[in-house]
């Protein structure tokens, strides 16, 4: 089978008034193929019978002319004959034995009357002839080899090699390009090449063209091709112009390659790509993809709801995310994702408070990592984020609460032995009764902080509380006003006790002690200060008590020690008059008990 093929200009002497001409090449496997002519090495015997009788006849003529005759026409066509032989060397070896025949010719020639120099200089001619004839014809032979080779890879090689003129026809179609695009070289060569053009990419031959009249190069151009059967091939082609002797443009070398997997595979990886973004979008976990130039590729919506409704169109690049999530720490917080990018981590875990959108402080903690490479070569990072705030704030309200219980396990060790060394001092034999009273009211006290938490004990559901066992006098002896206020839990403890011994005392010595006695409990605002009063109306005289014992601790000093305010009594004939004075900030929710209310 013979193949038609034709050989770029660079490596041959083919190319020929613009055009190529092709070439028939024999691909017998019994053979070496030869090219620019059929294949007519002489056999392994041939050779040297051929060598032995034209060396023969040229050194017999040689011997039968006169001296002065030139035979260099016959040495020539001894040399000649090597350009048939296998070895491209052979012909210097026939030129090395021509050159001895020469010199044994002059001393067997007939003798002349001419001088024996002329003999000389005519064979010096024609051992100078045969070594040009010879160094011809081996650097044919050399060329002829180079060229075999670039041949056999161009015929051999997987991808399709096309060559055209520069009016577009084929001319010359290699077996890749068989297998590629469906056509034998005889159906296409001589053809206009868009025979493998869809229709609507008949403009890229002229692009083509253009650039090959221009003697310029296209690399890799990505584009597709249309096979004999009609399917579309996806193909990168590159395309070189090819030159003539003169430098002339006069066609181009065409390599196309396969493609379509690679396509396929690209299109899978920008299918997946994109499901990998959606997923990341619907995430209910707030999370965040971006790339190694700082672009946001995707990000979730939990993350922009978590962020207090950013919109997605605000955020094209990590910086506009710094911007708005770290205020002044933008550059900061940009820098360590930057480090972050050039580690390319397994996983990195990094707690960041940023800023939402309502101005709120949020802990959020980010887990960073990288994913490889995407089909354009970029590399993939995904950021996953939790809002801790909630579980910080509980973790430090627990280690608050334990730092609260041990310190007022402490007050209230020491209030129970204020108390008991005080109802000491008193009468033993009632020892018992008052100190389980006192205990008593010390224990609602604690009940009621217990059901509210430590904080905002609210002030009315405190004196309710503490005159629980005159619930039925609520309301006609005795009588509440003031507003909704909260005290925190050093206020509610110690007023609490206040308001107890203030009660217990009432019913025992003052107010209460009668049928017409009444008590009125008021507490307000005023200006920044909490004030709170117990009025005794329509009682018994009451007057200052000789000693001062634990009522008068616990009504008094224990107050103004705890709230840092002021407490004054007065025993007015109409009964007793009791006022609490203190700054707000001290009594009302937000202030912490201090060892300053520690009863001594």
């Not at 009764?433 to 902080?449: K, V």
Request: negative net charge.
């Amino acid at each position: 089978m013979t193949q038609k093929f034709v050989v770029p200009h660079e490596k041959a002497l083919l190319a020929q008034s613009g055009t190529h001409r092709a070439e028939t090449m024999s691909t017998s496997p019994t053979s070496s193929a030869r090219v620019g002519h059929p294949e007519i090495y002489l056999r392994s015997w041939e050779g040297p019978v051929a060598v032995t009788l034209v060396a023969a006849a040229t050194l017999i003529f040689d011997g039968v002319t006169p001296a002065v005759v030139s035979v260099t026409a016959g040495y020539v066509g001894l040399v000649l004959l090597g350009y048939w032989l296998p070895d491209p060397r052979a012909t210097l070896a026939l030129a090395l034995l021509a050159t001895l025949l020469i010199i044994i010719g002059h001393w067997i020639s007939i003798t002349h009357s001419s001088p024996q120099w002329q003999s000389w200089v005519n064979r010096s001619i024609s051992i100078g002839s045969i070594w040009l004839a010879a160094i011809f014809v081996w650097r044919i032979r050399a060329l002829e080899h180079e060229l075999q080779l670039f041949v056999s890879i161009v015929a051999s090689g997987g991808d399709a090699i096309i060559s055209e003129n520069t009016d577009g026809i084929t001319t010359s179609w290699n077996k890749g390009a068989e297998e590629l695009f469906g056509y034998v070289a005889e159906e296409v060569i001589g053809k206009p090449v868009t025979i493998i053009f869809p229709p609507e990419r008949y403009h890229e031959e002229e692009m083509i063209l253009e650039h090959t009249r221009r003697g310029e190069r296209v690399d890799h151009f990505e584009t597709v091709r249309q096979r004999k059967d009609g399917s579309i091939v996806d193909i990168s082609l590159t395309v070189s112009p090819i030159r003539s002797v003169e430098g002339t443009v006069v066609g181009a070398s065409k390599i196309a390659r396969d493609i379509t997997r690679r396509k396929l595979a690209e299109h899978e990886l920008r299918n997946s790509e994109e499901r990998f973004k959606s997923s990341v979008v619907q995430s209910p976990v707030p999370t965040i993809l971006f790339d190694d130039q700082e672009q946001i590729l995707a990000i979730s919506r939990s993350w922009l709801e978590a962020a207090g409704g950013i919109s997605p169109t605000e955020l094209h690049r990590i910086e506009d995310w710094t911007i708005r999530a770290y205020g002044e720490r933008s550059d900061e917080i940009l820098e360590l994702v930057r480090r972050i990018i050039a580690a390319e981590p397994q996983a990195r875990m990094d707690e960041l408070t940023i800023a939402t959108r309502d101005g709120r402080k949020r802990i959020w903690n980010f887990v960073t990592s990288g994913l490889g490479s995407k089909s354009d070569g970029r590399r993939l990072f995904v950021s996953v984020a939790q809002d801790v705030s909630d579980r910080r704030a509980y973790e430090e309200r627990i280690q608050l609460l334990m730092d609260e219980a041990r310190h007022r396990t402490k007050n209230i060790l020491g209030l129970v032995q204020a108390i008991a060394r005080q109802t000491a001092t008193g009468d033993p034999r009632d020892f018992v009764d008052r100190f389980t009273e006192r205990i008593q009211a010390l224990a609602t006290n604690q009940d009621l902080l217990v059901s509210h938490e430590w904080q905002r004990i609210d002030v009315k559901d405190l004196v309710r509380v503490q005159l629980g066992h005159f619930a039925d006098l609520i309301g006609t002896r005795i009588h509440f006003d003031g507003p909704t206020l909260f005290l925190n839990a050093a206020a509610a403890q110690t007023i609490g006790l206040a308001l107890h011994e203030l009660a217990t005392n009432a019913s025992k010595y003052g107010a209460l002690s009668t049928d017409a006695g009444r008590v009125e409990v008021s507490w307000q605002l005023v200006d920044g200060a909490y004030t709170m009063g117990w009025i005794e109306r329509n009682g018994p005289p009451v007057r200052p008590p000789e000693r001062k014992g634990f009522g008068s601790t616990v009504t008094q000093s224990m107050l103004e020690r705890t709230l840092g305010g002021e407490v004054k009594v007065d025993y007015a004939p109409s009964g007793l008059q009791w006022h609490l004075t203190c700054c707000a900030a001290d009594a009302q929710e937000g202030r912490r008990l201090t060892d300053a209310s520690r009863p001594t």
